[in-house]
């Protein structure tokens, strides 16, 4: 029997979220799960995110959409909203029809927070899912309609962070 897909939402001000999900994705692909990871925000040319290298070499599909980071980047907001609706329309002309049992929307949330993509637009992507399609959304300040609409919600609260020190990202911990 097949298992019904739930939506996860994984958010707050604490370091994991990103973590979390790629420990799922890890632990669906060992159960021989067809899994995809799509991250907004992430640009892999700069940054070299060795988490993408090592879900890919476990055959899980990665692909990253708006790669500039509203903190990070100078941003052109229409042209970081244009690629955010081209995430969301591959996901629903490629990504929905190939069967896949988990999709993680790294920091998409992110783009729902800053406005590169709507509330609607996103909660209109989660209905027409595939029913076995589980389904899970990362990234700070994910808005009440998304959590809402989610069968999971987990908060990571920040207590302590290196950053408060002014401790830089660091290789194979942050990035």
């Given amino acids: 029997m097949r298992r019904i897909g739930l939506i996860e939402v994984y958010t707050g001000d604490g370091k994991g979220k990103t973590t979390a999900s790629i420990g799922l ?16 925000h992430k640009n892999p040319s700069k940054f070299k995110y060795a988490e993408q290298n090592i879900l890919k070499k476990l055959k899980i599909d990665v692909f990253c959409f708006a790669k500039k ?8 907001f229409n042209k970081l909203r244009k690629d955010c609706l081209c995430a969301l329309d591959f996901i629903k002309e490629k990504i929905y ?18 406005g590169f993509l709507k509330e609607e637009e996103v909660i209109s992507l989660l209905k027409n899912k595939p029913k076995n ?7 700070r300040g994910c808005p009440s309609k998304i959590i809402e609409s989610a069968d ?3 908060e990571i609260k920040k207590i302590k962070h290196p950053f408060d020190k002014n401790i830089k990202a660091r290789k194979g911990i942050e990035f």
């Fill in 97 to 114: 029809p190939k069967g896949y049992d988990l999709l993680i929307l790294d920091e998409i949330n992110i783009s729902i927070r800053d």
């Fill in 69 to 76: 980071h509203p903190f990070c980047d100078k941003i052109d």
């Fill in 25 to 40: 994705a890890i632990r669906a692909r060992a159960h021989n799960f067809k899994v995809c990871y799509i991250s907004f």
């Fill in 133 to 139: 399609l589980e389904i899970v959304l990362t990234g």
């Fill in 152 to 154: 999971l919600v987990s």
